[in-house]
């Protein structure tokens, strides 16, 4: 089933038109119009005469997250505040959150590609849909919620938080799928666990849409197994709309709506763009924001562009699974390490439960780690002796994938924080 099987499954030479059309009148404007780009383009040399391919794209300048906090908190934005019918901001997590603004043309090419994204996975007018992101200015509830109305799916929008009210409400409701974080479904799994209620049994629950936050197979494992669900990965960050682009049922790669987007993928530290199959930082084109237009943005996310096609169906290009962001890269004693590294480890050893932390700390010129993991009940055990095996078991297969010594603290369950947003699971006590 497709949404909007035109542009979904257009011959690729044909996409590739469409992308260098929208991308020749996206420059003039701005060239025209936005003194920001204006200037930009003009210190770069290069004018959008010198745009006679889509490869030529690689002459314009890069465009970074410290762009749009210098201009905070509209001075990016293209279009007059009379055609801004909504905004959503990031939480901010270091200096200034970002403002982003939307057209009623943003909202509705926002709402398309979600229903494209939300069609692939199966979900429609059959589905009834808990909306657990938060709304509000965060971008994951309000998206979801409209993407999911476009396709006729009854939304249930309970946000986040009052986790047992949410299982109560699923399963009076016969809620068929759920739209959240990764951390925030294992969340609602453990609630349900203490209260009795068994997701096969007691639900109707089949699918989730999961983004937000990097999360890996290994998590998506252990969270079909233990719901009885599937779960699909979503993509999007505010910057660009919102969660947006989703993996097809093949759940092998996200696709990207080549009309909306275009992806080019580089190495971080050269710029320079990488061939397909490459993992690199994504760089990203938004061709049809009208409010906050984004030019070779770059997002900070480590992923490929992937070669082969879907069987789907859909010739719209792939992304390969996030791996991290270009800035939550850790770099202990000289060892690259990405969160998603250690979390893929971890939810592959069957007695650690869904909570870890990971405390990265200084001592003189040394940098070190350490990692508190939280123990499934059923092995949690009194036996120092025990517990100790276990430890050692955990750091060993550490030191095999990440190639780095990392000390392990064993917790009883229930003792790590939860999260009902995203989730924060490292904490960086070095002092830069
Ligand atoms: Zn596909």
Known sequence: MYWNANIECMAVDDLKKLQYRSFKNLINNLYSFNKFYHDRMKGAGVHPDDLRSLADVQKLPFMYKEDLRENYPTKLFNVPNTEIVRFHASSGTSGKPTVVGYTQNDLAYWTEALARSLTSIGIGSNDILQVSYGYGLFTGGLGLHYGAEKVGASVVPTSNGN????????????????????????????????????????????????????????????????????????????????????????????????????????????GEILEDGERGEMVVTMLKKEALPLVRFRIKDITSLMKDECPCGRTSPRISRITGRADDMLIIRGINVFPSQIEYTLMRIPQIGDQYMIEVSREGALDNMKIQVEIKPEFFSDKVEDMVKLRAHIESELKKYLNLAVPVELKAPGALPRFEGKAKRVIDKRVM
């Open 163 to 270: 986790t047992e009210r949410q299982l109560e409400l699923m399963q009076d409701l016969g809620v068929t799928a759920i739209a959240c974080t990764p951390s925030y479904l294992m969340h609602m799994s453990y609630t349900a666990e203490k209260m009795g209620i068994d997701f096969r049994r007691d639900t109707c629950l089949k699918k989730a849409v999961l983004g937000a936050e990097p999360w890996t197979e290994s998590m998506r494992a252990k969270i079909e197994s233990a719901m009885g669900i599937k779960a699909y990965d979503i993509y999007g960050t505010s910057e660009q709309a919102g969660p947006m682009f989703s993996e097809c049922e093949e759940r092998n790669g996200i696709h990207i709506g080549a009309d909306i987007m275009y992806v080019e993928i580089v190495d971080s530290d050269t």
